[in-house]
């Protein structure tokens, strides 16, 4: 169990780990829970995502959180829901509700098709929105982080007939965190000590369908090079065991660098939707607070193909402006909402900023007040200092600017000492803000 709890806490970090720059849907659309959707072997809890414009016949995407967290939290803290806002696919959200909130990808159970652990339980959430909502079973689809990048590894080794891909953010191969003790800790996986051939990769995952001969889903692997949880010798084992079972060669087709410090390769394939895609982060730990990912998973998937409602985003730069804030709302002319998802010792914080005022506010600080105990420990769509008490949090580039009636989406993670409300007492370049 020391270990265990050395895992989860050291799995904190990837609550951190804003795939992308997270914003929660500008639509009537919600996140809901669903109970009764079949067999759930681990009391698993259940939560989709129906944007308010679906695609005909839409893909479906599961998204997998990691060690602490739940489904709402990695809806709110990833752009996997806004992304199928644009792009008319639904989302399943599964929350593991064992003690530290892992998935099992350690237990013979969950190592099988036809799981008696959590693989079932999330396939059965599968199931139910194929046959309530008509979504297409051939473009079925996972992501996850950390312990969810392990789930997804699983996933794909355990149901090859009810998934297309999977995108693993930070996870080890198929079989690699097995153990028989009882535990969900293997120390050996974790350290990256565990290499095997190609071959033996493979065969672990083959052996968990006997007699499997369809199709085999894609993989993307993204991994950071100094990653001390999981650590990163498991990206290359992880390319070893899909380019094997996949039955494609183990040189990259295709090598690039699609951003400063990121190694992109791809096997079997050039294009985006390569058989396995793998990508290396330079100098970043078991976190990847970088812009982009999210979006690189939906692209590997062709799930960007659809006529989305709007525009998609650019990519947007992480750099704040050179220039400070210049036009302050009008005297009460902006409302703050602010939505909070907590756990024992951290929480992540949503919050919204309206211009409720009849003018543009160009560059933008908002001021507020942190309980007492907290302390900013990431963030995404501001920059933020202090990390406790007054903080002021100020526009990058991409957002500085919000018209009269629009809003922008801002949020943070932080620890805390047993207070977890919502901050207070908003200010937008110094004029007090109502609350919502």
Not at 67 to 90: I, K
Not at 222 to 238: C, I, R, S
Request: one cysteine or more; a neutral charge.
């Amino acid at each position: 169990m020391n270990k265990l709890r050395r895992w989860v806490v050291a799995a904190l970090a990837a609550t951190g780990l804003a795939l992308v720059a997270p914003a929660l849907p500008a639509s009537a659309a919600s996140l809901q829970e669903v109970t009764g959707f079949g067999a759930n072997p681990t009391n698993l809890r259940m939560h989709l995502y129906v944007p308010d414009r679906v695609a005909a016949n839409p893909a479906l995407l599961v998204a997998v959180h990691y060690c602490t967290g739940t489904g709402p939290a990695f809806f709110s803290g990833t752009e996997f829901a806004s992304l199928a806002d644009q792009y008319g696919f639904l989302v399943v959200y599964p929350s593991a509700t064992r003690s530290g909130q892992c998935f099992d990808v350690s237990t013979p159970g969950a190592l099988k098709h036809d799981s008696t652990s959590d693989p079932a339980g999330i396939v059965s959430m599968v199931r139910y929105v194929q046959q309530r909502y008509g979504t297409d079973p051939s473009r079925t689809f996972v992501s996850g982080a950390s312990s969810g990048a392990m789930a997804t590894n699983v996933l794909l080794g355990d149901y090859p007939d009810v998934f297309a891909a999977g995108s693993a953010f930070m996870g080890v191969p198929f079989g690699c965190f097995a153990t028989t003790d009882g535990s969900l800790w293997n120390s050996a996986c974790a350290n990256g000590q565990v290499s095997k051939t190609p071959q033996a990769w493979g065969d672990l995952v083959r052996a968990a369908y006997p007699g499997y001969t369809g199709r085999r889903p894609r993989m993307q692997v993204v991994h950071g090079t100094t990653d001390a949880t999981l650590q990163y010798p498991n990206f290359a084992e992880q390319i070893k065991q899909w380019t094997n079972v996949l039955g494609v060669s183990q040189t990259p087709v295709l090598t690039d660098s699609p951003r400063s410090g990121w190694t992109r390769t791809r096997y079997g394939s050039s294009a985006v939707t390569a058989p396995v895609e793998g990508i290396s982060v330079a100098g970043v730990g078991h976190s990847l607070p970088l812009s982009g990912m999210a979006r690189l998973a939906i692209e590997f998937f062709g799930l960007d193909t659809t006529t989305p409602t709007t525009p998609p985003p650019t990519t947007p730069p992480t750099t704040p402006p050179t220039t400070p804030p210049t036009t302050p709302p009008a005297g009460g002319a902006c409302r703050v909402s602010t939505t909070v998802s907590g756990w024992n010792t951290g929480l992540t914080s949503q919050v919204t900023i309206a211009n409720t005022g009849s003018a543009a506010v160009n560059g933008w600080s908002l001021g507020f007040t942190l309980p007492a105990g907290q302390t900013i420990t990431s963030g995404w769509n501001a920059t933020y200092a202090p990390t406790s008490g007054q903080v002021t949090a100020r526009n990058v580039t991409y957002n500085g600017t919000i018209a009269a009636g629009s809003s922008v989406s801002i949020g943070f993670q932080a620890n805390h000492t047993g207070n977890s409300a919502a901050p207070s007492s908003f200010t937008l370049n110094g004029a007090a803000c109502s609350t919502a």
